[in-house]
């Protein structure tokens, strides 16, 4: 295959590159129609781009001694396919392993000339092109090269070869060079200029690594083209001369596919002429498909498969078809067969397969001794003859004018008739059915569905392996007596059967079994040792169910609202599938523990099941168990070891729960609020969350692995279950209590035997004193007292005056009654707190860090130093540690006035500060270095703005009553601020945002309501 690259042409680039675009792709819109006519892509107007000019190249700049630099101009595709076909293979490896005669030279010879000739020799013997690189930044060269020094040759006559050229020039990408074999001066082409410490141009080992190959061989390029459809092989033609041979090679084009093409005659007979080798012709919906056929099976010979439809075919048409002896299979569809009022005769000795369906035809007669399938599906024939004798599949399913006669006498004419389809033909009968059983003795597949008049009660179909009956209202209990006698009956399907009441089959091979929408069905018995699949739905008066299997891994048995009584016995059940069958009782639970008959069943599903009220379930293979809607139980037994989940969404009347034991890893019980008695065995458990269980008063929870408890809202856990819990619980790392009010100084003290305790949370409780939490919880990093109305001022000295709880990061006081000295002296001393929230905190009047007010020897004696100090390092003792807080919350502290945070602070690491809601704040000062975040939205009082924030990027002042003025002050010193949100703010007009953007250059974000 040919390569070509775009050519560096100097200072001509643009004109030169046009004229190529023109030259070569000048008709590659021309396929634009998506090919609805194929013939002519490869016929003649492939020699229209013959005519076309192409400048392929010209030289400019270098090219060694006695090589002219020229320009080739193609003047037709034959000179173009000459010039390009001609490029060389390339060897790849070294040259001396394939022409050692021409090599062979003294040691320490040139070898230049050699290596040259030898690689253009076997370029020309394998018509392959190469391209290489060998240094950084390079170009490509095409180097004409003659075979004979002097003679002046055609181009058929000269060998060219692809290579890389080391003169660097500017906007090139490949150069078109000519020079002369018997020039004096060095091939520019394979010199080094002596960058080669042997001495050899090129070698072995960097052609090997550098060499890049961008061709297409036939071989390759015919796999290629192998996956293209004839729209992309058409289009592929007029690529270059090597694509067209290549995609007009006969082996893709053996099916001449035309279906729903609007193709002439001449345009098809010209296909057929080109192509005569032919086996598959599809001319479904082309116009004129009589005349068209008719040229198809006269020129193609080979012919073995043709597709035809949507026209009329008239007699001549089966007339020659027997003359078509190479024919195999034969499909028409919606068509109009002859003139609609005679026989249409259709005998062929070799056709295997013929299909004739959606057709009008008055009669037909079928003698085809070689015929193995026939379709006559929705056809509108009232009589049809068949003679063949060798046909095992038969299709007539909705030819509703063949009369039962007609019907017995197609069947019955196949004695090795293996499948046959009626399905909605309404005439058939009882009397049919039983001479096809008698003549049709290797029957194997019926499909008798839509037939009313049909009930089986006298035949006998012993070799039946599929019976379909879709609404066959003939179909009743009496009917299984006669389905019971097909022994190796391994499909049946009874959908829509109006009539049927019960099923009792005993069929040792039976796999699939299908009851939807039968309205009238009450009882299932089933015994069959390889049932496999069961679809029984929308019978809504099924009451019992009774299954034996061996085979039977999932059963969905999805809204049986009547269903009462389950009985299975299938040894390797594995799913089941119950929801929405209101009707079942406790006694299902018997059926799915370990002595049920499922002994190997690992998920069950009961949603939905209104009428359960106790469930118990004693498994040792149980994995899954979902209960979900199921709001009569009140009480819940699971002795299941190896259960991992188990769903109760819905269940809120639990009233007792016992899991014992269980694999459950996690549990949520907040769904079932009137939840009062818990017992939990549960050796992998880790999550439990008991949120909203207010009625819970009696737990035992024995869970040796469990990190984490929510017990929030359990109004009624007491100290006696806290001590219990904690003592099986010993790795508990986060404990929830929040709204528990009747947890006490026994329950808190019991947390010393949780030593991995990090989080506690007795937000909303009645507690007065904390001390049992400061001596056990040596580790906590979190705790959380909101609103704890009844810690008083001296509850929380143990913090800033004992260094209790030296590990606790985050401390959450929200909602509380502390006064303002005790939150500034924690606020002072507690240094190593990172998290803090004081929200809706009333008592606090202002934050001041400024200690302005006294000497800061007056701290607690925790943090003074001079004890430890001599009078002669007076100086470090009024230095104040860093504080390692990060993110203050002040929200809704409706008193707090001013706030005021100083450089003098040590406040290094605060990122976060939050402020909103403060109505009577009138004055923030904040000097904070790393400050990111500052929201004061909705502080309708605020005044005074001062900030020196240099990393601030975003600033909430919502709702603020501030002027301009201080607000230019404020983000004039806040170099980082990308946000700032004034909505509301009645005091800032329109014309400030520029004003705002001009004092604060990085702001990227102003939201405004104007």
């Not at 046009?18 to 002519?40: A, P, V």
């Not at 061989?217 to 996956?227: A, G, I, N, P, Q």
């Not at 009882?430 to 009313?452: F, G, K, Q």
């Not at 009462?564 to 040894?571: H, I, R, S, V």
């Amino acid at each position: 295959m040919k390569i070509w690259c775009c050519f560096g042409l100097g200072e001509d680039e643009e004109e030169v590159r046009g004229t190529m675009r023109e030259g070569m792709f000048g008709n590659e819109n021309d396929d634009e129609s998506e090919g609805k006519e194929l013939g002519f892509l490869l016929g003649g107007q492939m020699s229209d781009l013959e005519e076309n000019e192409m400048v392929v190249g010209s030289g400019g700049g270098g090219g060694g001694g006695g090589g002219d630099q020229w320009q080739l101009g193609v003047g037709g595709w034959r000179q173009f396919d000459q010039f390009a076909s001609t490029s060389g293979q390339g060897i790849g490896d070294n040259s001396e392993a394939f022409f050692p005669e021409k090599c062979d030279r003294p040691e320490g010879s040139e070898r230049d000339d050699c290596d040259s000739d030898d690689r253009d020799s076997w370029d020309v013997h394998h018509k392959r092109a190469k391209v290489h690189s060998y240094s950084q930044g390079c170009t490509y060269a095409i180097t004409a090269m003659p075979l004979e020094a002097g003679n002046s040759s055609s181009s058929t006559d000269r060998d060219y070869n692809v290579s890389q050229s080391p003169i660097p020039f500017n906007n090139e990408i490949l150069r078109l060079t000519s020079m002369s074999n018997d020039s004096d001066d060095e091939n520019p082409l394979d010199s080094n200029d002596g960058r080669d410490e042997e001495g050899d141009g090129f070698s072995t080992s960097k052609m090997e690594d550098l060499e890049v190959r961008m061709d297409l061989t036939d071989d390759l390029l015919h796999m290629v083209f192998s996956f293209l459809d004839h729209i992309n092989l058409c289009r592929a033609a007029i690529v270059c001369k090597q694509w067209r041979a290549g995609s007009s090679h006969e082996d893709f084009w053996r099916c001449l596919n035309f279906e729903n093409r609007n193709i002439s005659e001449e345009q098809f007979e010209d296909m057929c002429r080109r192509y005569p080798n032919a086996t598959e012709v599809n001319i479904f919906g082309a116009p004129s498909i009589h005349s068209l056929v008719m040229t198809a099976m006269s020129s193609l010979r080979n012919l073995e498969t043709l597709t035809l439809g949507k026209g009329t075919l008239g007699d001549t048409f089966f007339q020659a078809l027997a003359d078509c002896y190479m024919l195999k299979r034969l499909l028409v569809n919606d068509a109009t067969l002859g003139n609609g009022i005679q026989e249409i005769p259709i005998y062929h000795d070799r056709l295997h397969h013929l299909q004739i369906t959606k057709c009008r035809v008055l009669r037909i007669s079928v003698r085809c001794p070689q015929l193995e399938t026939l379709s006559l599906k929705r056809s509108s024939m009232a009589h049809a003859v068949l003679n063949c004798p060798l046909l095992h599949d038969l299709d007539i399913g909705s030819c509703h004018k063949l009369t039962d006669a007609a019907i017995r006498s197609a069947a019955t004419s196949c004695p090795l008739l293996e499948s046959l389809d009626m399905s909605n033909c309404s005439c058939v009968s009882d009397d049919t059915l039983r001479e096809i059983a008698l003549t049709c003795a290797n029957l194997h597949i019926l499909d008798a569905s839509y037939c009313p008049n049909i009930s089986l009660e006298s035949v006998r179909l012993s070799m039946l392996t599929v019976l379909k009956l879709h609404s066959c209202e003939g179909i009743t209990s009496a009917s299984m007596a006669a389905i019971s006698h097909s022994y190796m009956l391994e499909v049946l399907e009874l959908d829509n059967c109006s009539l049927l009441t019960s099923v009792s089959l005993e069929l040792p091979r039976l796999q699939n079994i299908r009851l939807v929408h039968c309205r009238k069905f009450v009882d299932l018995n089933l015994r069959s040792i390889m049932l496999s699949s069961m679809t029984v739905s929308n019978c809504p008066a099924l009451h019992r169910i009774n299954v034996t299997s061996n085979s039977l891994q999932k059963l969905v048995l999805q809204k049986q609202a009547s269903l009462t009584t389950l009985a299975l016995q299938c040894q390797y059940l594995q799913e089941v599938d119950l929801t929405d069958c209101e009707s079942l009782t406790n006694s299902i639970c018997d059926v799915f523990s370990d002595d049920g008959g499922c002994p190997m069943l690992k998920s069950l599903v009961l949603d939905n099941c209104e009428c359960l009220t106790a469930v118990g379930f004693r498994s040792t293979s149980l994995v899954s168990l979902s209960l979900v809607g199921c709001r009569a139980i009140t009480s819940l037994e699971l002795v299941c070891p190896y259960l991992e989940q188990v769903h109760l969404d819905g269940c809120d009347h639990l009233e007792r729960a016992s899991f014992r034991p269980v694999g459950l890893r996690s549990l949520n019980l907040g769904i079932c609020p009137k939840l009062s008695a818990l017992h939990i065995e549960a050796p992998s458990m880790v999550q439990l969350e008991l949120k909203g269980c207010g009625g819970l008063s009696e737990a035992s929870i024995n869970c040796p692995m469990l990190t984490s408890l929510d017990a929030s809202f359990c109004s009624k856990l007491k100290d006696d279950c806290l001590s219990a819990t904690a003592a099986s619980c010993p790795f508990i790392e986060s404990l929830i209590l929040m709204s528990c009010p009747s947890v006490g100084y026994e329950g808190l003290s019991s947390l010393r035997l949780l030593p991995h305790l990090t989080l506690l949370d007795l937000s909303y409780t009645f507690l007065m004193n904390l001390q049992p939490v400061f001596e056990s919880c040596l580790q906590l990093k979190v705790l959380k007292l909101q609103a704890c109305k009844y810690l008083t001022d001296s509850s929380l000295e143990a913090l800033y005056k004992e260094g209790a709880l030296p590990a606790l990061c985050e401390l959450d006081l929200s909602y509380g009654a502390l006064c303002q000295s005790a939150i500034e002296e924690l606020l002072a001393c507690c240094t190593h707190l990172t998290h803090v929230s004081l929200n809706g905190c009333l008592n606090m009047h202002d934050l001041n860090w400024g200690f302005s007010s006294g000497p800061i020897s007056e701290l607690p004696s925790i943090y003074n130093t001079s004890s430890l100090s001599s009078h002669g390092d007076d100086h470090e003792l009024i230095e104040q540690p860093n504080r390692l807080l990060q993110n203050l919350n002040c929200v809704g502290c409706q008193n707090i006035k001013k706030v005021l945070i100083p450089p003098m602070a040590r406040c290094t690491h605060l990122s976060s500060l939050n402020l909103s809601l403060s109505a009577n704040l009138k004055e923030v000062d904040v000097a904070c270095y790393n400050l990111c975040f500052l929201n004061l939205s909705n502080c309708s009082s605020l005044e005074i703005l001062k900030l020196e924030c240099p990393r601030l990027t975003s600033l909430f002042l919502q709702s603020c009553n501030i002027t301009v003025e201080a607000v230019e002050a404020a983000i004039s010193q806040c170099n980082m601020l990308e946000t700032l949100d004034i909505r509301f703010c009645p005091k800032l007009s329109n014309a400030s945002m520029k004003t705002l953007r001009a004092v604060c250059p990085s702001l990227k974000r102003i939201f405004s309501s104007l």
